[in-house]
């Protein structure tokens, strides 16, 4: 990144922080005052393809600022989604600014291993929120990866990235002009082979499948599909060859379908968001004396959660739900605790009434 602290970038983003990878760089909106994660994306003027020696580069930042803006314009609100603010070209960098708020990317919290269900569940279930309405939008994120969702401090998950996913899947397209060789060349350089950036085709069902792809590496701690190399994994996505699933638990059954190569065959972010939610309703709370789940806690924030939640497993609803049916349950008038020395004393009374009758009757 080529921002330090107190610089300002793209003429009204002043630099708080030095960057921090792939989690972009605080900054400061130097009109309104509002803090913003800037992500910056090189422009290659020169390293165009096919570009003759010698003649002026031609300069994609303002094509690709147009396309940023033209997704800002597009994106609804939603409470799930980190809105896209503005991209900006400074020299040869394009600076993306998305609002910022507390929280850690969910790719710093997945390194000790695979994530309890439930909890995978909860991140779904917000993603899935989030795409839904990016879909009604007529929208395509294009970039669910660990990297773009952030963690909050209640344990919701929010989606970012929209606005980077759009400036990158632009500037591959204008580097590689109509040879889709180029494009494809140019994607491999900037993107390497990360499963969720690959799918095999577009629009929202392209989104679903990332989902699926993401819900899988959360449950297992792994990829289902071979990333050691772009051309392996790619026939393995056409193919739809993927890793066993049987590490996904209760999951498993949706990440299957939302694998599927077939677009027609997986469900969309409306139905996947349902099916997370039902699952959720039966979800078992951590056990008092056990370990925290990782990537927790909940509650969500005091406006309410998108997935309700509710205390307790089945045995606990259910006797609820009995005890509603059997109306209120009356409080004995005897604590427990002195019923056995009453029983006691009753007995002794039996016993001298009965002594005093026989000697009454013998004299």
């Given at each position: 990144m080529r921002a330090?602290?107190?610089?300002?970038?793209?003429?009204?983003?002043?630099?708080?922080?030095?960057?921090?990878?792939?989690?972009?760089?605080?900054?400061?909106?130097?009109?309104?005052?509002?803090?913003?994660?800037?992500?910056?994306?090189e422009l290659p003027e020169l390293l165009v393809p096919g570009h003759p020696l010698g003649a002026p580069?031609?300069?994609?930042?303002?094509?690709?600022?147009?396309?940023?803006?033209?997704?800002?314009?597009?994106?609804?609100?939603?409470?799930?989604?980190l809105r896209g603010l503005a991209a900006g070209p400074e020299d040869e960098v394009l600076w993306v600014a998305e609002e910022a708020v507390p929280g850690v990317p969910l790719e710093?919290?997945?390194?000790?291993?695979?994530?309890?269900?439930?909890?995978v569940a909860e991140i779904g279930a917000d993603l899935a929120g989030a795409l839904r309405s990016l879909h009604e939008d007529g929208l395509t994120h294009g970039n669910l990866t660990l990297r773009t969702v952030l963690v909050c401090e209640d344990g919701a998950?929010?989606?970012?990235?929209?606005?980077?996913?759009?400036?990158?899947?632009?500037?591959?397209?204008?580097?590689?002009?109509?040879?889709?060789?180029?494009?494809?060349?140019?994607?491999?350089l900037m993107l390497g082979p990360l499963a969720e950036r690959w799918a095999i085709d577009p629009g929202a069902p392209a989104d679903t499948?990332?989902?699926?792809?993401?819900?899988?590496?959360?449950?297992?701690?792994?990829?289902?599909?071979?990333?050691a190399d772009l051309p392996t994994l790619l026939a393995a996505v056409r193919d739809g060859r993927h890793h066993p699933a049987d590490g996904c638990g209760p999951l498993q059954p949706l990440v299957e379908r939302l694998l599927q190569p077939d677009a027609a065959a997986r469900p969309d972010a409306v139905a996947v968001q349902r099916e997370l939610r039902d699952l959720l309703v039966f979800a078992p709370e951590p056990g008092p004396d056990g370990p925290p789940e990782p990537l927790l806690p909940v509650p969500r924030p005091p406006a309410g959660p998108l997935v309700p939640r509710p205390r307790g497993g089945r045995r606990e609803r259910a006797a609820a739900r009995g005890t509603e049916r059997q109306g209120p349950v009356r409080q004995p008038r005897v604590a427990?605790?002195?019923?056995?020395?009453?029983i006691l004393g009753g007995v002794l009374v039996l016993l001298v009434a009965a002594l005093a009758g026989i000697v009454a009757v013998a004299g």
């Open positions: 330090e602290p107190g610089q300002v970038v793209a003429g009204r983003y002043r630099v708080t922080d030095r960057p921090e990878d792939e989690a972009g760089v605080l900054a400061v909106d130097v009109h309104g005052g509002a803090r913003v994660r800037l992500f910056g994306l580069a031609p300069s994609y930042g303002p094509r690709v600022t147009a396309r940023v803006a033209q997704v800002a314009a597009a994106a609804g609100a939603h409470p799930r989604l710093r919290l997945v390194g000790s291993g695979p994530v309890p269900p439930y909890r998950a929010m989606l970012g990235g929209l606005l980077l996913g759009a400036a990158e899947e632009e500037l591959c397209a204008a580097l590689g002009g109509e040879v889709p060789r180029r494009v494809y060349d140019t994607r491999a499948w990332a989902l699926g792809v993401l819900l899988y590496r959360l449950l297992t701690g792994r990829g289902p599909y071979p990333e427990p605790r002195l019923l056995g020395p009453l």
